[in-house]
């Protein structure tokens, strides 16, 4: 079994940057999309990005011009690069493997299987 392990959380304030990294444990089948979702507590999962093997990419409205996901196929390591973050963009942002890339912005989140989580906290 596939396992996603994600790094890069942090704590910053608002208008600051981090960058997210996914590495898979293997080779991922094509049929599936890597890309990220959060959830904060009491809320439901939301979709960020996802990208697909021809790089084709999705995103949630709430941060579309904001963060830019990216992959390296060659490490097997996927990327979420978070710019002008914000309070609200404070959640566990997971890794996360994605039937399709627009699948981001379906409700309810429908993924196949996720990695643990990095805490990622924007303070005002």
């Known amino acids: 079994q596939v396992q996603l392990v994600e790094s890069g959380g942090g704590s910053v304030q608002t208008g600051g940057s981090l960058r997210l990294s996914c590495v898979a444990s293997t080779y991922i089948d094509s049929s599936y999309k890597l890309g990220w979702f959060r959830q904060a507590p009491g809320q439901e999962r939301e979709g960020v990005a996802a990208?697909?093997?021809?790089?084709?990419?999705a995103y949630a409205d709430s941060v579309k011009g904001r963060f830019t996901v990216s992959q390296d196929n060659a490490k097997n390591t996927l990327y979420l690069q978070m710019n002008s973050l914000k309070p609200e963009d404070t959640a566990m942002y997971y890794c996360?493997?994605?039937?399709?890339?627009?699948?981001?912005?379906?409700?309810?989140?429908?993924?196949?299987?996720r990695g643990q989580g990095t805490q990622v906290t924007v303070s005002s």
């Open positions: 990208i697909d093997s021809d790089g084709r990419s």
């Open positions: 996360a493997a994605y039937y399709n890339v627009f699948a981001v912005q379906y409700r309810p989140l429908v993924i196949a299987y």
